[in-house]
């Protein structure tokens, strides 16, 4: 270290920042092209306004505080281009290059089904085969679920098998690294919970990395070799991802082609980055390049012109939804228009946020990879610009021309309509303006596309008023979102649901009213347990302990046989959320003792 590193002079800052200026406005790699020049100068938001201007990349890097990206665009089954921008680390200030290695997170998981999918092809394995028939060095703990529905490889897939633990943190360097058997079990040094089934498999989506650690036991299992070998030998060196590899933690001679993952402020994540021993989940560093050679496999391989890996027959069954019209086999599948097919997955680990999507048929994609938690912005807003550059089948919506309404007109139109009963739509008029929010949502204002409908900029939603023609008051807003609509009613100022009231603080109140929706529609939406279970935990991300506390009661009050059914589940959610380091012990204690004092009212065994 420099122990004079604090008194460099002035001019040594500014040659500094200007040097970081200057690697933010200019592409660092890649060969040049007309359609990446444009892109540098044409990122979209979600909502397209004729005569707006459409934004700069380095301005929405600064803007979001994402140091680096690297992003690689296909077009005609072949790479366009790829280029990196940004820096590699805000201490180093290295550029992003086209070797430099990113964090995929959980874009491993498709990757990883590619190399299952390989064993189901060459008959090592069967989609329809029970996971305890394969697994040998460890094998999931058997319930009253398994025993009804066994748990097969295609459970797994398809994030379908009712598995626990969504995701996972990783760990610094400075701590001890568990096994895979450690992982699956839960046991220390693990920082996440036991992976098991605590719903019957098959019977709905829902995301899971710990089903993909299941796979990759499986995985060593059957081929008896080490994981990272695995899919070097199976997936990555077939396909020409010659940067690209699962070894964790990454060996020293990579290290230096590694983007360090930043937080969300601008700052590098303690020890660079994290290390992933829940590798099929989390644990490849690969490039957009690289990346974008798996995609351009898969689209040939459905012509049946390269079969690298994969046989046209096995592509088009990972292509094809299996559950709830939109999970593939490792891979999310979108239909935007009628048209359009779309295949794509995105990942985040500590640090690090990264996108993939792909036309099914027509041979264009692009691959986003940043080193920041606020890429997920940001890919976005690069990929609507690459799909307008390029012209993507019903990728992008139909730009709104906003037109101009008296103000004596817009008025009127403030005031509170009914969501849903725990939801409001208050419109607010501000600065000549309306303003439009959520119960819990974002504030955001509005603008007219014609005498009835509005539009929101940051969301893609329509606003439509229906009002007596005679009277000219308003009846009823029909939101158009996603091609579904929904009805929301006027309702007068005092109108309050029990949401609003949570976020005022006025807990007793708030419950009550939760117990009047109760009472008056059993099965509202709004009083099930996983609401309100889902509802407490965001409230605890926002601050709103006491609130979530009293959520928490509530559930047990109105549901206490779900809540002594996801005992073992729900034991694991509040676990992690003691363990985050960034939650104060004060407020720690408090979830705790509220918690426990739950689990004592139903006769269950409290957390220690």
């Known amino acids: 270290m420099n122990k004079f590193k604090h008194k460099r002079k002035p001019l040594n800052v500014l040659i500094i920042l200007a040097f970081v200026f200057a690697l933010f406005n200019a592409p660092l790699t890649g060969t040049a092209k007309p359609e990446m020049q444009k892109l540098e100068n044409g990122l979209l938001p979600p909502v397209l306004i004729k005569g707006e201007p459409v934004w700069r990349l380095t301005e929405r890097m600064k803007h979001h505080k994402v140091p680096g990206v690297s ?26 290059t086209e070797a430099t290695l990113f964090q995929a997170a959980s874009i491993s998981k498709p990757v990883t089904a590619m190399a299952v999918l390989r064993k189901v092809q060459e008959g090592k394995l069967k989609l329809d085969e029970k996971v305890n028939d394969v ?60 992976i098991r089934v605590d719903m019957v498999p098959g019977y709905m989506f829902r995301y899971s990395g710990g089903g993909y650690c299941i796979l990759q036991q499986l995985l060593m299992d059957t081929v008896k070799q080490p994981f990272p070998i695995i899919m070097e030998d199976t997936v990555l060196k077939p396909l020409g991802m010659t940067h690209s590899t699962y070894l964790q933690p990454l060996p020293e001679d990579r290290q230096k082609f590694a983007a360090s993952g930043h937080r969300p402020v601008g700052f590098r994540i ?68 009628k048209n359009a097919v779309y295949f794509r997955f995105s990942g985040d ?90 119960t819990y949502g974002e504030k955001a204002k509005i603008f007219p596309i014609s005498e009835t409908k509005f539009v929101r900029k940051d969301e893609r939603v329509i606003y439509e008023f229906v009002s007596d023609a005679k009277t000219g008051k308003v009846l009823n807003i029909t939101a158009h979102r996603h091609g579904q609509k929904r009805t929301y009613e006027p309702k007068g100022d005092d109108y309050t649901v029990p949401l609003e009231l949570l976020l ?79 939650i104060p012990e004060s407020f720690k204690k408090e979830l705790k003792d509220g918690y426990n004092s739950m689990l004592k009212k139903l006769g269950l065994k409290e957390i220690e």
């Open 349 to 438: 680990n500590e640090g690090y946020s990264c996108y993939l999507i792909a036309h099914k048929n027509n041979g264009y994609g692009a691959v986003v990879m940043t080193n920041s938690d606020n890429g997920v912005f940001l890919y976005n807003e690069i990929v609507r610009g690459i799909a307008n550059i390029y012209q993507w089948d019903d990728y992008l919506p139909e730009p709104h021309e906003i037109i101009k309404i008296a103000p004596e007109k817009l008025k009127p139109l403030a005031g509170k309509y009914a969501v849903d009963s725990d939801h409001v739509l208050t419109l607010t008029w501000e600065d000549n303006r309306l303003t439009a929010q959520v």
């Open 270 to 337: 303690k020890g660079k980055w994290h290390i992933y021993p829940e590798m099929a989940a989390a644990g490849l560093w690969t490039t957009s390049r690289d990346l974008a050679q798996f995609v351009i496999e898969l689209q040939l391989s459905l012509k049946n012109k390269s079969n690298k890996v994969l046989s046209q027959e096995t592509s088009q069954q990972m292509l094809t939804p299996h559950v709830s019209n939109f999970m593939g086999l490792g891979l999310l599948i979108s239909k935007p228009g």
């Open 504 to 582: 005022a603080h006025q807990v007793e109140k708030a419950l009550e009213g939760y117990r009047q929706l109760k009472a008056k529609n059993p099965y509202d939406q709004n009083v099930q347990a996983l609401r309100l279970l889902f509802l407490a935990e965001e409230l605890i991300k926002k601050g709103y302990l006491k609130e979530a506390i009293g959520l928490i009661h509530l559930t047990a009050e109105f549901h206490p046989e779900f809540i002594k059914k996801m005992y073992s589940t729900l034991n694991n959610e509040i676990r992690i959320i003691l363990r985050n380091p960034m």
């Open 71 to 96: 992003i690689a665009v296909i077009k005609d089954f072949k790479l366009h281009w790829t280029n990196g921008y940004g820096i590699k680390d805000v201490t180093t200030m290295e550029p992003v």
């Open 135 to 194: 697994l040998v060095t460890w094998k999931l703990p058997e319930n009253q679920l398994t025993k009804q529905t066994p748990l097969t490889i295609k459970h797994l897939l398809t994030h379908s098998g009712g598995v626990t633990v969504h995701g996972f943190r990783g760990y610094t360097s400075s701590e001890p690294i568990p096994s895979l058997v450690q992982v699956l079990d839960g046991k220390r040094p693990a920082n996440s919970e036991a």
